[in-house]
């Protein structure tokens, strides 16, 4: 996924703007969403070396020469080849670890759900690339974003209705608490509310609020990969719903993890194996279904709402 550079073009295929970021410290990646405003809200990997890791409590012994965390960018273009940076959200502002008690990053991942601990996800050697984000979503009547991290198997809501400053912290914005997570969902072992048995999503991609004028529009849809899924590798469409209470808060009891239990609607193959992603892949809302994509195979597949594939196409490109 790493790209490090925007383009736009017009309908004739000419350049209109070009942006790069790409350097030592920062490299745009994956995804990007265009915004109401016409800024467009980007993902950005951002390195710290190993000593910045372990000052934040990475375990010393899984902490390769450099890890690269994750930014969001909103980026408002200039002229034909620049942008202004408006608003932006790090991970590394946001973290918990119980490694070290004289850090500021101090405490029980189970107490702080709203945190990511540091010393979750792949192990050495691959953990260089740490939780590895690979798609961004807006919802303009929340002013929230919601990324899929796929290393470790959630999604992530974040409130957009803060300044940089309050995304940088944990107080302020829209909601109230600045730039930790409002709500997760898919694995809750990774905030030590959950084990293996509670884990729903395996290796997603593309996690998208349903719009208006389609079945559970305001619900979340998920491209669920089902790499690792225990009862077998195949992938399904998952639709959730996530608890909210009258104000718009997502709810959260005490000791238990982000809600719901289960996807209100999964749509696999009729026979499931028979559709499996091990990697990529994305799906949208049609009139009368979802289309998704099975990237590794090149394909286009039209389910309709009683799992049945209606269409399908594959890429003759191999």
């Known amino acids: 996924g790493r790209g490090g550079r925007l383009e736009r073009f017009d309908w004739s295929g000419n350049l209109m703007w070009s942006y790069t970021l790409s350097n030592d410290s920062l490299c745009l990646h994956h995804d990007f969403t265009l915004l109401p405003n016409g800024n467009i809200l980007a993902i950005a990997w951002e390195r710290h070396d190993s000593l910045d890791a372990v000052l934040h409590g990475k375990y010393p012994s899984e902490t ?10 909103e980026l408002e273009p200039v002229g034909t080849d620049s942008a202004t940076v408006v608003w932006q959200w790090r991970l590394w502002d946001h973290l918990v670890q119980h490694l070290d008690s004289t850090l500021p990053s101090y405490g029980q991942p189970g107490d702080h759900p709203e945190l990511v601990n540091i010393n979750v996800g792949p192990a050495p050697p691959n953990n260089v690339d740490w939780v590895h984000f690979n798609s961004i979503s807006y919802n ?6 919601m990324v899929s991290v796929h290393n470790l198997n959630e999604v992530w809501i974040i409130d957009h209705g803060t300044t940089t400053a309050q995304a940088a912290g944990h107080t302020g914005g829209a909601r109230g608490h600045g ?20 884990q729903r999503l395996f290796g997603q991609h593309h996690a998208t609020w349903i719009s208006s004028g389609f079945p559970y529009a305001g619900n979340i849809l998920i491209f669920n990969n089902g790499a690792g899924r225990p009862e077998g590798n195949y992938s399904s469409l998952d639709i959730i719903t996530p608890p909210m209470d009258p104000q718009g808060n997502y709810v959260l009891q005490p000791t238990a993890p982000f809600g719901p239990n289960m996807a209100v609607e999964s749509i696999t193959a009729p026979v499931p194996t028979d559709f499996f992603s091990s990697f990529i892949g994305g799906v949208f809302p049609t009139e009368n279904g979802y289309l998704a994509t099975n990237g590794p195979a090149g394909e286009f597949l039209q389910f309709d709402t009683h799992d049945s594939i209606i269409w399908r196409y594959r890429n003759p490109v191999n």
């Open 64 to 73: 390769p020469h450099a890890i690269w965390s994750e930014r969001l960018v």
């Open 179 to 198: 730039g930790d997570l409002l709500y997760r969902w898919g694995n809750p072992g990774m905030y030590d509310r959950g084990d293996q048995s509670d």
């Open 140 to 145: 303009a009547v929340l002013d929230q974003v």
